[in-house]
């Protein structure tokens, strides 16, 4: 008996090891795993031959295979980031559709077919999940098809008919206090103990060509079984009658009912991150309707702009923190917190820290809410917006630093050249500038007003929904972030089906003298925050950006870095980030992508290797093992190409 226990033992250790082997080789999870780290130990590719990575193989983002005989052609940029588990990738392609793909050839294994009639199911989203029961050897790619929540066998590629109903779940119902009649969420779903967590992208921006509503669907932020498409729970992200924050949505003068009674948005539109060991999903939170006016709905409207923690299994909340009181600068919490387990002063944390639009990187305990560095409320400006409600104070971090400037002032425009730095001052001259939290303004339609507040970080961050990567060995955060000042200018709504006041009247940069920047360098880096000491260990430019310009070449400048939004890739060793692209993402300027794709040295920023892609990096870049050999795949685009995934490996 005591033999059979042993050899039952021996067994039980040896499937677990080869399953953490499989785990460790492969990439389960939108951001690779749960905790939403970005991070693989894989060491093939390291900093000795780097430089000897070539391309693979290249897949289109509507294959051949899955056209069905359609004549349709890929758009130019897709932000798709592929899966890797059990020997398959798993993607959303072009079309809105999910499809299987050979890790080492690209080649199509399964696809799942349009309907009859059908020529897409929207655009593609920026990932799936994976969900796999070992004992009942059921494995699970769930996705948002178009408004429908799907689960795929990984395997074969086919429906669940006991997953909702006739294998989807209709995601425009299920809300509980509005009537939603479209649903839209180009994020991956995540699915920790068996729930599925799925946010939402009700439509935030309006200007003054467009019907300007107080009134708007909620977003909402839902669990579903991940066997049945049940849901289990929802949580209203604008708190009603009885619920914690719902006090904080005050009663407009104008209005004979509160706030929280019309008011929608508070997307989750980006992904969340979650402890299963803990039972927590952690919520990233956006700016309420509409998101640069806010006299509809006075107070400081939690839980926008939040990072919430709930319990995955009920939904209930556990803590949260709201990082803009009454927000009216679009400062989304736009990406997945990372968690991590850190040793600050001598004590160990289970932390989970997030990067936010403001350039701020906020560090909690992911527990108890606390957070890791006292977090301080200090005073802001009130703005002159007629009907306006202004948040007295905001809350500033005192750990870590910034990682991008914050504000706009004469100090920080380019000064390359004197005659530049003329140019930028007159510039800016035009706009009301200020540090963070400087309010919108009205546009002034005359020969001596002004064109708005200029904002920075802009709209794009800082950070945005590229996010952050983290080393869970040494406690290294890597965060991506673009300088590029945005225009916050509001005006009266033109369209007779509107009734908010204030609108935003477009949106736009502020561009510097002769087609250059109006700030000065770095105008995209990689950043590494020591989570451990909150100390800021080094930054570096990521790309040439505009140093061949005709007014600064004969400079001879060092790299000033690219604005394009990019993700990285944390391994062992490395950090892997590409340019982005040259077209495609709102509120850049154009030409600011590159198709460099570069690997930095971890310790130091040092750029040791670079690859050149057909095309800029438009989505997040993953890695794996396939047959013994190491890849790293990326989606790539450009103005003038289909976008594709390629796949990197050694010779």
Known sequence: MLARLLTLAILVVLLAGSFATAQTEEWRAYSADAAGTKYSSLDQINADNAGALRVAWRQSTIPDAIRQDRSVRPPSVVQNTPLMADGRLYVSTALGTVAALDPTTGAVVWFDPLPEGETRRGSASRGVAYWEDRESNDARVIAVVGSSLVAFEARTGARYPSFGVGGEVDLTQGYDTRTVTQFAWRSAPLVANDVVIIGSAMTDFVNETMPARKEMPPGDVRGFDVRTGEQLWIFHTVPQEGEVGNETWLTSPNEDRASWEYTGNTNMWAWPSADEELGYVYLPLSTPTNDYYGGHRPGDNLFAESLVCLDVRTGKRVWHFQAVHHGLWDYDFPAAPNLIDITVEGREIKAVAIVSK?????????????????????????????????????????????????????????????????????????????????????????????????????????????????????????????????????????????????????????????????????YGSLVAIDLNAGEIRWRVPNGDGPRDHPAIRHLNLPPLGQAGRVSPLVTSTLVFLGEGVDRGMVLLPEQVGGKQFRAYDKQTGAVVAEVELPGGTSAAPITYVADGKQYIVVAVGWSDMESEWVALALR
């Open 358 to 522: 403001q350039g701020f990187t906020y560090v909690f305990d992911r527990e108890t809410g606390e957070p890791v560095w006292p977090i301080e409320e200090r005073p802001v400006s009130a703005g002159t917006v007629p009907g306006e409600w202004y948040a007295p104070t905001q809350p500033f971090p005192t750990k870590p630093p910034p990682f991008d400037q914050q504000g706009v002032s004469i100090d920080q425009l380019i000064d390359f050249t004197p005659e530049l730095r003329r140019e930028a001052e007159k510039i800016l001259a035009g706009y009301v500038s200020g540090p963070l939290f400087t309010p919108p303004t009205i546009v002034e339609a005359t020969p001596d007003g002004t064109k708005g507040t200029i904002q920075a970080p802009g709209l794009v961050g800082g950070a945005d929904w590229s996010g952050a990567g983290v080393d869970p060995e040494t406690g290294i955060l890597y965060v991506p972030t673009v300088r590029t000042p945005a225009v916050v200018g509001l005006t009266k709504s033109e369209h007779p089906r509107s009734n908010v006041d204030f609108v935003m009247r477009a949106l736009d940069i502020a561009e510097g003298p002769q087609g250059l920047p109006l700030l000065k360098p770095p």
